[in-house]
């Protein structure tokens, strides 16, 4: 009985001491450099997204400002074009809701769709334009524009007739003032935080804690990820969460022709995020592509031998192909061939556990967002 006494002294000391093995390698694991993940999100990727945003909110504030004073369809056309320019870099800035951007909740009034079209009218006849208020996320931002540059009427001549002899036309053109002012001073409140002292704090938390930059910014990705590509623009109106789908909730429903487009886009800006590439540029920096290196994680079951990594760029770029068969006019794909817009869910639906269950839980970092549409 001594010598089996001794044994099992022996083995649990044994175990202990690989028990210590084990969490000495998780605390060097988590030693990466954190800090230089996050001075590359600032000033390769979130500063300079920004300051392009700004750049193109100037350029469509400005060419409203021209269509609202000599409305014709050459100005329309160039406030069409402002629009589509600022809603493409806005895919880009769009996932980092953290801050004042969280705060003030910027993404909800920048890009809450379907836009509520009768409340719009109701707002355009009183001659109401005030947006401030939590109910008023679906009559503003693109969307709302996405209704006041392309769906006044069934074709140029009619939508034109709104902003000229239609006897509410200087309610229109208050209207679209009041959208495109709105957004501008939305996203400037959140350019200023970061100019003036949020920008050194967010680089300054580089501990792995709950309100730590990283983690907080893993969550913001994840749910733009996970929330705003896969299930607003592709899964809801594709009907992956009800029993029928819905054409006419895809984004820019309107315009007709750049909810692909879009769509692109924002999935460029999550695989760039992920692999911190510069943005507008070709070099690359410290990432969660390289915090994964560095931890060497890979995947599970038959893909055990790729590291996570790969796995996640690999079905970034699947992501990308998958998508790029839709329609230009993702509303018209639901109606002629649903089934490619499921097949695109899927794939982007790969890369949402890659990253929300096995990244994060190689980095010991826990998602914070409910999860209430039964994926």
């Known amino acids: ?191 200023d935080d970061w100019q003036s002292g949020y920008k050194a704090i967010f680089i300054q938390k580089s501990d792995n804690t709950a309100s730590g930059s990283v983690n907080r910014m893993v969550n913001a990705y994840i749910h733009f990820y996970e929330k705003d590509i896969r299930t607003a623009k592709i899964g809801y109106p594709a009907g992956k969460f009800s029993t029928e789908t819905y054409p006419d909730k895809v984004e820019a429903y309107y315009s007709k022709k750049y909810s692909k487009e879009l769509l692109l886009e924002s999935i460029m800006a999550a695989q760039n995020f992920f692999e911190g590439k510069h943005f507008n540029g070709n070099e690359s920096g410290p990432s969660l592509k390289s915090y994964l290196d560095y931890l060497t994680i890979k995947g599970k079951s038959e893909e055990s031998g790729i590291l996570l990594s790969k796995l996640i760029s690999n079905q970034f770029y699947k992501s990308l192909y998958t998508a790029n068969l839709l329609l230009p006019d993702l509303s018209q794909q639901i109606i002629t061939d649903n089934t490619k817009m499921t097949a695109t869910f899927n794939v982007l639906q790969r890369n949402v556990a890659y990253m929300k269950s096995d990244m994060t839980s190689a980095m010991s970092i826990a998602i914070d967002y409910a999860d209430t549409d039964g994926d």
């Open 1 to 191: 009985m001594r010598k089996i006494g001794l044994l099992l002294i022996v083995v649990a000391q044994l175990l202990w001491s690989c028990g210590l093995n084990n969490s000495d390698s998780e605390v060097v694991a988590d030693k990466y450099d954190r800090k230089a993940i996050l001075v590359n999100w600032v000033d390769n990727n979130i500063m300079p997204s920004f300051q392009q945003y700004k750049s193109k909110l100037e350029n469509l504030k400005s060419a409203s400002d021209d269509f609202i004073a000599t409305p014709d369809m050459a100005q329309l056309e160039e406030v069409r074009q402002k629009w589509l320019e600022a809603y493409k870099t806005y895919q880009y800035i769009s996932m980092f809701t953290i801050g004042k951007a969280d705060e003030i909740q910027l993404s909800k009034y920048s890009n809450t769709y379907p836009t509520a079209t009768e409340q719009i009218a109701v707002k355009i006849d009183s001659g109401n334009f005030d947006l401030n208020g939590a109910s008023f996320d679906v009559v503003q931002g693109f969307p709302a524009l996405d209704y006041m540059l392309f769906g006044l009427g069934e074709n140029e001549n009619a939508i034109l007739e709104r902003y000229t002899t239609n006897t509410n036309a200087d309610k229109y053109k208050g209207y679209l003032s009041a959208l495109v002012n709105r957004l501008t001073l939305l996203f400037n409140t959140v350019y």
